[in-house]
């Protein structure tokens, strides 16, 4: 993945999610996970046009079961929008480039 993109773990997820003052996308995903793949061109695209605005980050959920059981994480790849520390937008599935940023932008 593009280096704007982090990766973050059940350890570091309060400090650089909950805590940032800039609004942070989370992608819930598996090595495994086609979909999760498929994503990734627009988690590119967002992190490299939007990084002034937003936080890419990506947690994988076979490693980090914690996090991903505290916000109800069932299927992948899962989106999550965080403001404020408050958790603002889900995005459950591999949707084509121009929803996901027509649904983050509207939080921008």
């Not at 914690?66 to 937008?89: D, M, N, Y």
Request: hydrophobic share 45%.
């Amino acid at each position: 993945m593009a280096e704007e993109i982090l990766d973050i773990s059940d350890d570091t997820f309060e400090e650089e999610v909950m805590k940032s003052e800039l609004p942070v996308l989370v992608d819930f995903w598996a090595v495994w996970c086609a979909p999760c793949q498929m994503i990734v061109p627009t988690l590119k695209h967002l992190a490299q046009n939007y990084k002034e605005k937003l936080r890419v980050f990506k947690i994988n959920i076979d490693e980090n079961m914690k996090i991903s059981a505290k916000f109800g994480v069932r299927s992948i790849p899962t989106l999550l929008l965080f403001k404020g520390g408050e958790l603002i937008e889900t995005i459950v599935g591999a949707h084509p480039q121009n929803k996901i940023i027509d649904v983050i932008s509207k939080h921008l």
